[in-house]
């Protein structure tokens, strides 16, 4: 079998596009490998689990060049002319030179150091690879601000964040590194994003077929639009989560809505409720619980989405599995709260995140059995309903009043 170094050599004798397309059917059955039962190359450019040498806290900082690109403002009219300063980080110490690939991140809605310090995957191919990697920021975030501080004043401002706009910045960035990097131009460029990341590098394929050859998508819901996929898809694969995680837990959380609803009616309920939860500041009125239940959701759904098999750092040091962890709390085992967890029970819980969890799991089960209210159908743990008169289910207001529309089954935001 040939090894990388000569794959790269003789795409080289073939042309890029022979690079390209071999480089990327790689990073393709690399990702197949890391849910297969490949586990001897598996261990090698995926290691997790116990091994301490690989603890995310542990592994060395990544190390990389900021650098910023001079990006127009608006890449399609004429009305406004201003440029600004679009951040992007590069690391090319792997990086074989004169037709060694390109991974080019599509960035997120966030500071693009966050994104760029929490993507192993493109850290630990860039070697096997000989690529050079190169992050770069979504506008509007981060550093790259078109109106510096004015940036988001207004609607005038704003006018220019869009995934369009955004997508035109990534290839003028590619096209600028290939003409200004020597020997970047003849290296094939692999879009690789995750999330709404994910949807910019599909799409930055598809409208820029000229800049990428590929593009690895990781969870990238490109069709998630109306009329194309139901709303409330999200919010059921959420539920899904907890409820596998244990027989009661989504069980309490479902039942904690209604229960908050009828506790947060009077003065000494929401007196209960910022106790038993120690918010900072103590809930007042009724339209407080509204607030108060967008953050229990927040929290319910950022653990699902960092529910991984093994330990992470993404949002904060979480062990393998929270929610399961967060589940099997000492309070939500019936052990008496307070006492002292053995060394294993250290380990296991060793982020704050998942200790707030374990919390607002013990309390919320708390709620439910103070309130006695009944669990209901399994619809969705996430029905959160912001408004004392909310349409009924499977209805919705639109955003501009008129006629109902269908509604997410699970989950009903403010103003809908």
Known sequence: METMEQEVQA???????????????????????????AVAL???????????????????PVRYETLYW????????????GTFKQRYLVADQHWRMAGGPILFYTGNEGDITWFCNNTGFMWQIAEELGAMLV???????????????????DSKHLNYLSSEQALA??????????????????????????????????????????QVVGALAASAPIWQFPDMVPC??????????FAAAGPNCGVNIRRSWSAID???STAEGLAWLSGTFGLCSPLKTRQDSVGFKGWLQETWVNLAMVDYPYEANFLQPLPAWPIQGADKSPARLGCKRGSPPTPNKQRQFLS?????????????????????????????ILSVKYEPNAPADGEKRGRRGGEAARAPPTFRSAGE
């Open 135 to 153: 992050f770069a920021e979504h506008r509007y975030y981060g550093d790259s601000l078109p109106f510096g501080p004015d940036s988001y004043s």
């Open 169 to 210: 910045d990534f290839a003028a960035l590619i096209r600028g590194l290939k003409r200004s990097v020597p020997g970047a131009s003849r290296s094939p460029v692999i879009a690789v994003g995750g999330s709404y990341g994910g949807m910019l590098a599909a799409w930055l394929r598809m409208k820029y077929p000229s």
């Open 352 to 380: 704050r995140r998942t200790k707030e969890a374990e919390r607002r799991l013990a309390a919320t089960a708390a709620i439910t059995t103070s309130a006695g209210v009944d669990g209901g159908d399994a619809a969705g």
């Open 262 to 264: 009828n506790i947060a």
């Open 11 to 37: 795409g080289r004798r073939g042309g890029g596009l022979v690079v390209a397309w071999r480089v990327l059917v790689l990073v393709l059955v690399l990702v197949s490998l890391q849910g297969s039962g």
């Open 232 to 241: 409330g898809d999200f919010y059921r694969i959420v539920s899904q989560d």
């Open 42 to 60: 598996q261990s090698h450019l995926f290691p997790r689990g116990g091994d301490a040498s690989h603890d995310p806290r542990s592994r060395d």
């Open 70 to 81: 001079t990006q127009e403002i608006d890449h399609f009219g004429f009305f406004e002319n």
